[in-house]
């Protein structure tokens, strides 16, 4: 009877461990609300509980381990490993990634801003692209992930290009001339809180800091989604847009980054 018992927990527990592992993962691959809440919610809490740490902290201890200190690629690629085979987090991701830099190459830009800086993954993928004495300013509004973001940044070695400024956007976006010495942004990477993403486009508009052929990229348009910024963005006679159809950080549930141009 207890050998019968040994055997049912030791089977149930293989059978949750699977569930957990591999086919729970692999359905909700392609359903977004299915995604976020199997990735955001349940595995991020039970991870939480069980390592007590949080998930910024297991991203670091994977970089520290086996990105090479100084070279930012290296951390780009510990950080999707990380993603892909441990743990995922909402990082722009390798996909999208490779469109972020193409658009970073494309503008050469001078200033950037970032909206949502989370672990500094694309901080990291955009401030190893600049050119020198460009200026990348990214603001974050949790203080636990810019305490990250700042030993993720170190690691990479591009501390001398970023500045991490931490609070809300819409407190920051008004001071920013005054603070920083700026007049416009060539490129503003928008991937912070979607309901944010409209009304600072305004307030950047308002504060003068787009000049005419100034870039917005906006990540996660169709999941989580933006559709009050892409209805604003694609019919503004101010601005040109195209969308770059991709995938959800590490997952086959459909997104992508929009693109605009400013026209003044």
Known sequence: MWLALLYGCAGGAALLYVLYRWVIPSVVQYHAG?????????????????????RPQRLLAAVQKNATRGDPRSVVKAIDQFCRQKEWAMNVGDEKGCILDSVVTEVNPATVLELGTYCAYSTVRIASLL???????????????????RQ???????GDKIQLVEGASGDWIPKMKEKFAIETFDLVFLDHWKDRYLPDTKLMEECGLLRKGSILLADNVICPGTPDYLEYIRNSPRYKSQYFRSHLEYTKVEDGLEKSVFLG
């Open 34 to 54: 299915l995604a976020l809440i199997w990735h955001d919610t349940i595995v991020e809490g039970l991870l939480n509980a069980l390592t007590q740490t949080t």
């Open 131 to 149: 050119p020198p004495h460009a200026k990348l300013i990214t603001l974050e509004f949790n203080p636990h992930n810019a305490a990250i973001a």
């Open 152 to 158: 993720v940044i170190a690691w990479a070695g591009l």
